[in-house]
């Protein structure tokens, strides 16, 4: 298999939001960063898929609003189990992100008098959350590509990580297969930032892009790196059902934000059952287990999901404010602006990752954190908003802190582990009796019926006992020889990630013996003090940590 060396100051694994602010932020220590990317650069993360807003404390609108009740609202939202330090540097911190975002070229939504504008979101007390219509993440996205590109930081595309290369117990670079050519490329780093978002593609039905099967967990935790609360999985509440070629596409919370109501078949607005405050503005696992619930008590449409109506709002006002939805229903034939439209739950957020400080340091030295990949920040479920902001503050923090290592660090190599990846890879090029595809699909399959909203400790023992067989069974993958794009070789690799995140997820979710946030139980439904504390799990042990 064909090796080539490249070195840098610093490799950032993903080029979404938090991977791009991070690089930024090295070109300003006068660093040099390599920007890689297992897709498409700056196209094949989430962050430009994110619709609704950026949470940040501006008081534009409400002017009762404060940094303390945005920390507030965060850990109640993430059921207390949140890092709390690492909310309030998200909470102190996400203005000023945000006016960076402004000096790149981003345009948020204004006022009357030119003051930023702010709407309503899932479990806050106030509006607070900044946006740009409904497609705030790809505004985002396009400024932090024109200022990337300005600068002229290199951007590596198409190649996906595949290990981290240590050496005495230090990160000292990557490996990654080059998709054009099935070559093997060493990246040599003084310091490496992980990036690489979530794992949505776990499960069949998912708002996330293809990429995101968590690579970046894997790598991680093969590396030796501490994860944490990896049980808790966001189901963001309201995703398209049909035609089956958008299922688990998201619909933006901000459709509810600007007035969309829940209806079900019977035509009854049911969150007032579930949730009589805040309705259709609860926290998102709250909303997605009342979906779940008035579907499995006979109460949703014929293709499985409950109605989103917002057609007695103007056209004029939807058009402005939610004109990314009105053409994704307009595609597929539906009119939002007269008539309801089907959801159902989608897989969308991981909350658990990468255990960081409030640096962006993970327990690996020379290993640094920012985004999805990261846990901690959001507790056991997400607020809706905090994402955005949270690529922004830690990949910046990330930035800073991996740029300060790489000044004291020398680079490093590990030939022979570089190697033995190359050959590991290279092993996986054979005639099995198992396709890739067919256990990539058998794995979301099994993740959707038995880890997803309500879990019950047989069912996620008959999980763990299935993962552990497939795991047994991975050698029995079959793989073609071909150097460009080689698909099956890409499925295959992936595969062994999902399988071995798979297994950490559910044996976490198997421990934790309460419901909390999106962890839901059905055997034990009650949230309790004695179990408010992180699962923190490494390839040699599992401990806890206390919130």
Not at 34 to 50: E, N, Y
Not at 186 to 207: D, E, H, M, N, R
Not at 320 to 330: D, G, N, R
Not at 520 to 544: C, M, Q
């Amino acid at each position: 298999m064909e090796i080539k060396t490249i070195s840098t100051d610093v490799l950032i694994i993903g080029s979404g939001g938090a991977g791009s602010r991070a690089a930024i932020e090295v070109d300003d220590a006068g660093l040099k960063a390599i920007i890689v990317s297992k897709g498409l650069s700056f196209r094949s993360g989430c962050t430009g898929m994110a619709e609704g807003g950026y949470n940040a404390v501006f008081k534009t609108v409400d002017k009762e609003d404060s940094k303390k009740t945005h920390i507030a609202d965060t850990l109640k939202g993430g059921s207390y189990l949140n890092d709390e330090k690492l909310v309030e540097i998200l909470v102190d911190e996400s203005p000023d992100r945000l006016i960076d975002l402004e000096n790149y070229g981003a345009l948020f939504d204004r006022k009357d008098n030119g003051e930023i504008d702010q709407r309503p979101f899932g479990g806050q007390t106030f509006r607070r959350t900044c946006y740009q219509g409904d497609r705030t993440g790809a505004e985002l996205m396009n400024a932090l590509k024109e200022e990337i590109i300005k600068r002229d930081i290199e951007c590596i595309e198409e190649v996906m990580i595949t290990s981290l290369v240590t050496k005495d117990d230090q990160v000292i670079g990557a490996t990654g297969l080059n998709l054009k050519d099935t070559s093997l490329i060493y990246f040599k780093a003084k310091s490496v930032i992980l990036a690489s978002g979530g794992a949505g593609q776990l499960f069949p039905v998912t708002s996330n892009t293809f990429q995101k099967n968590g690579d970046g967990f894997a790598i991680a935790y093969r590396a030796g790196a501490d994860l944490v609360d990896m049980e808790q999985i966001q189901f963001h509440p309201t995703g398209m059902i049909k035609p089956d070629s958008k299922k688990g596409v998201l619909v933006t919370e901000a459709v509810r934000a600007e007035g969309g109501k829940l209806i079900n078949k019977d035509g009854e607005r049911f969150m007032s059952k579930y949730s009589p405050e805040k309705m259709e503005l609860s926290t998102r696992d709250v909303v997605a287990r009342s979906i779940y619930q008035e579907i499995i008590e006979g109460r949703g449409t014929e293709d499985g999901g409950v109605y989103l109506d917002i057609s007695h709002l103007d056209d004029d006002y939807i058009d402005e404010k939610l004109e990314t939805m009105v053409l994704q229903f307009e595609n597929v034939g539906v009119d939002i602006k007269h008539g309801p439209i089907e959801v159902a739950p989608t897989a969308h957020h991981f909350m658990g990752g990468l255990k960081i400080d409030t640096e962006g340091y993970s327990s690996l030295k020379n290993l640094f954190g920012a985004g999805e990949v990261c846990g901690g920040v959001h507790g056991a479920n997400r607020l809706g908003g905090n994402a955005l902001a949270d690529t922004q503050v830690f990949g910046r923090r990330a930035g800073i802190s991996a740029s300060k290592t790489a000044k004291e660090t020398e680079l490093l190599t590990n030939q022979e582990m570089v190697e033995e990846e190359a050959s590991r890879i290279e092993n996986l090029i054979k005639e099995g009796s198992i396709k890739p595809l067919e256990f990539k699909n058998k794995i979301k399959t099994l993740m959707w019926e038995k880890v997803a909203i309500v879990r019950e400790e047989k069912v996620l023992n008959e999980a763990l006992k299935e993962l552990l067989e497939m795991q047994n069974k991975l050698n029995q993958l079959t793989v073609r020889d071909k150097k460009q794009y080689n698909t099956e070789l890409v499925t295959a690799l992936e595969v062994i990630n999902m399988v071995e995140i798979c297994i950490l997820t559910v044996k976490s979710a198997i421990l934790r013996r309460e419901s909390r946030g999106a962890h839901f139980r059905s055997d034990y439904p009650e949230t309790l003090d004695e179990w408010k504390k992180s699962i923190v799990i490494n390839k040699n042990e599992i401990k806890f940590e206390a919130r």
